[in-house]
């Protein structure tokens, strides 16, 4: 089992980035594939972005690509989010996720074993 907590979330002004972070303990971070989510009031969670057990390879959502990053450091146990030119539409709960059973990377939430406790982002117009 793997515990993650997101950390980094707060108000930013359209326009602006932000970092987040997602820390994870128990079983080795490198053997899970790493997911980034997210959920507006009112809305289904949606994918964001997801990133293979070593970090060679990355996927984002069409609302996000070209804006946000994803990375990872497995010395840290830490998956990153670096979001830039955010919009007031990015505005959400994120939460971070693990997945032991994807080969690669996945889009889909269900594919994911563990999650955390999501972090608040919101963007300001």
């Known amino acids: 089992q793997v515990q993650l907590v997101e950390s980094g979330g707060g108000l930013v002004q359209a326009g602006g980035s932000m970092s987040l972070s997602c820390a994870a303990s128990?079983?080795?971070?490198?053997?899970?594939?790493m997911g980034w989510f997210r959920q507006a009031p009112g809305k289904e969670r949606e994918f964001v972005s997801a990133?293979?057990?070593?970090?060679?390879?990355?996927y984002y959502a069409d609302s996000v690509s070209g804006r946000f990053k994803i990375s990872r450091d497995n010395a840290k146990n830490t998956v990153y989010l670096h979001m830039n030119s955010l919009k007031p539409e990015d505005t959400a709960v994120y939460y971070c996720?693990?997945?032991?059973?994807?080969?690669?990377?996945?889009?889909?939430?269900?594919?994911?074993?563990?999650w955390g406790q999501g972090t608040q982002v919101t963007v300001s117009s």
């Open positions: 996720a693990a997945g032991q059973r994807i080969i690669t990377l996945s889009a889909i939430s269900s594919m994911y074993d563990y």
């Open positions: 990133i293979t057990r070593t970090g060679e390879s990355t």
């Open positions: 128990g079983r080795t971070f490198s053997g899970y594939a």
